[in-house]
């Protein structure tokens, strides 16, 4: 099981930092990944990381803003979010993929999803 928090209401300019915590199985052997859906708009990729922690990939829209990182200990996952803009608004999922896969950006390849936490950028 995987659950998000973390979302809200954000200024432009702002930051929010996502947690996806997972029960059940261990990350060590699972790739996370983060996507998001705006209204009207497909389930896109925002990053992913490896099992081991050491590979990460962004989608272009949030290189150099976005940044995630693994907490094995604590059995959870981030999303450093900087530099917030009305685009980023959207629901936020993590997802696992199956055991010891690679990261992958690719939603259809993920078969565990969270419920999603809402971030919404405005002023």
């Known amino acids: 099981q995987l659950v998000e928090s973390g979302g809200g209401l954000v200024q432009p300019g702002g930051s929010l930092r996502l947690s996806c915590v997972a029960s059940g199985f261990s990350l060590d052997y699972y790739a996370i990944g983060w996507f998001r859906q705006a209204p009207g708009k497909e389930r896109e990729d925002v990053s992913c990381?490896?099992?081991?922690?050491?590979?990460?990939e962004y989608a272009d829209s949030v290189k150099g803003r976005f940044f995630i990182s693994k907490d094995k200990a604590k059995s959870t996952v981030y999303l450093q979010m900087n530099n917030l803009n009305p685009e980023d608004t959207a629901v936020y999922f993590c997802?696992?993929?199956?055991?010891?896969?690679?990261?992958?950006?690719?939603?259809?390849?993920?078969?565990?999803w969270g419920q999603g936490t809402q971030v919404t950028v405005s002023s």
């Open positions: 997802a696992a993929r199956g055991f010891m896969a690679p990261v992958s950006r690719r939603p259809a390849e993920y078969r565990n």
């Open positions: 990381i490896s099992t081991s922690g050491s590979g990460t």
